[in-house]
């Protein structure tokens, strides 16, 4: 089965590094998500990508995240400089436009801010 | 815009028997809607959809949902429980008009008692 792969899976860094999360999508989804996750909040996109343009970042706290394509087969997430609060799952997700269908998760990289 | 409201955080039901986690939904026209399941510690996985046509819609693992126009809804369902049926459910909607990006509830998580 084609799946998402997001790296890496856990990350635990301290409060003002840089994080870098990656994911490839499904080959020949045109569309990609960055959710994150947590208890507090539940899920909430942070940024949405259609044929790599990015098309609705505005989830996504601007001053320190930043989210981009730099091709069809990998999407980054990066946290810089990373906070505590920032401690969630972040989820990835592709999918298409033309035909409806749900989309296809990545397993998520769980991360703790210390 | 488009909204989903999950009422209930919470579900439990004894094994074998019906299970219901309900959705209700706001949306520009007709819907897109979508139920997702979340096991622990990975992605969330796509169970069913509903585009058009029938109102009942079947999908992966037994599950099935009911769409309502009259009263917004798109319950999810199940004839007879599993244990391993447990997990983090989220319903979703889509405005046709807005194609490719989902708006998820806030999660109903079902536990299944033996």
């Known amino acids: 089965d084609a799946r998402v792969t997001q790296t890496p899976r856990h990350k635990v860094t301290e409060m003002g590094q840089e994080v870098t999360m990656r994911c490839q999508p499904i080959?020949?989804?045109?569309?990609v998500f960055w959710y994150r996750q947590t208890m507090m909040q539940g899920l909430e996109l942070l940024a949405y990508?259609?044929?790599?343009?990015?098309?609705?970042d505005s989830g996504m706290p601007k001053d320190r995240f930043s989210a981009e394509m730099p091709d069809a087969t990998l999407a980054t997430l990066k946290i810089q400089p990373s906070e505590p609060r920032d401690s969630a799952v972040y989820f990835c997700a592709s999918g298409l436009v033309r035909g409806v269908v749900g989309y296809t998760f990545g397993s998520g990289t769980r991360l703790t801010v210390v | 815009a488009q909204s989903v409201a999950q009422p209930e955080d919470q579900v439990n039901v004894a094994e074998g028997n019906p299970l219901t986690v309900k959705c209700t939904y706001s949306v520009s026209g007709n819907p897109y809607l979508f139920w997702y399941v979340q096991y622990p510690n990975r992605g969330l996985q796509f169970l069913l959809k509903y585009i058009t046509g029938d109102n009942l819609v079947k999908g992966s693992y037994g599950f099935e949902a009911e769409f309502n126009k009259s009263q917004t809804s798109f319950h999810l369902k199940k004839p007879s429980a599993l244990v391993s049926d447990s997990a983090l459910y989220f319903c979703a909607v889509r405005d046709r008009t807005n194609a490719g990006k989902s708006t998820f509830g806030d999660g109903t998580t079902l536990t299944v008692k033996p």
């Open positions: 990508f259609r044929n790599r343009a990015p098309l609705d």
């Open positions: 080959l020949g989804h045109n569309t």
